[in-house]
Structures are given as C-alpha cells and as structure tokens.
C-alpha cells in the first residue's frame, strides 16, 4: 500500500503549483484524505483534508483561499491546487489517509508516502 505524493517543483512568489497523490495497492475513495507539509527544521503541520464523497473539506487558516483540495476517487486520485504561492509554503508536502483522532494531528493519519518537494523563491 503506497500513497505517492508528486507534482512539486520550484515557483516564483505569486505562482500556482497543482500536487496528486496517488493510491496504490488498496483504494482510498472510502477514506477522508489529508496534505501535511513540513518545512525543514519545522514539525509536520496539517494543510488540508477532503471527506471520501469530496463534500467537505478543511484547511488551514495558512492556506485557506489560496489552496484547493480535491479528489477523483475513480483514479484513486487526491489533488492539491496552490496558488498565491508565498515563501512560508516552501516545505515537503505529504498526503495520507485519515484514520481518527484530531484531523489537524497527523498522529490522526496512516499510509504516508513519500513527499514532493515544493520551493517557492522570492
């Protein structure tokens, strides 16, 4: 089972970036879906989490208005839209899979994958 985050990249101030992540090996469409980013020598902090149907979702109050997560549960497929990019959202950013507890913990989430690099340069 493999949640594989890809989709980062370098980007001016001001640019949009759009992140996937990808299932493999178990589907996810009944799952609520999270993005966590860490930014180097920083914890791991919640970003995002969308609800299995892709009604409902929540953000951070870092991030909300400017980013956008979405789902295509027949591609076993979590997206997270970027734009406005500022400085302070350079970090690795993560997907995972909900599975209780606090949804802005990511002790609330299992099935981490490995991140995808996004740098935003001024």
């Known amino acids: 089972v493999q949640l594989q985050a890809s989709g980062g990249g370098l980007v001016q101030v001001g640019g949009s970036l759009r992140l996937s992540c990808a299932a493999s090996g178990r589907t996810f469409s009944s799952d609520r879906m999270g993005w966590f980013r860490q930014a180097p020598g920083k914890e791991r902090e919640f970003v995002a989490m969308?609800?299995?149907?892709?009604?409902?979702?929540r953000y951070s109050n870092s991030v909300r208005g400017r980013f956008t997560i979405s789902r295509d549960n027949a591609k076993n497929t979590v997206y997270l839209q970027m734009t406005s990019l500022k400085p302070e959202d350079t970090a690795v950013y993560y997907c995972?899979?909900?599975?209780?507890?606090?949804?802005?913990?990511?002790?609330?989430?299992?099935?981490w994958g490995r991140g995808t690099l996004v740098t935003v340069s001024s």
């Open positions: 969308i609800s299995s149907s892709g009604g409902s979702t």
């Open positions: 995972a899979a909900y599975v209780g507890g606090n949804y802005e913990s990511s002790d609330g989430y299992d099935f």
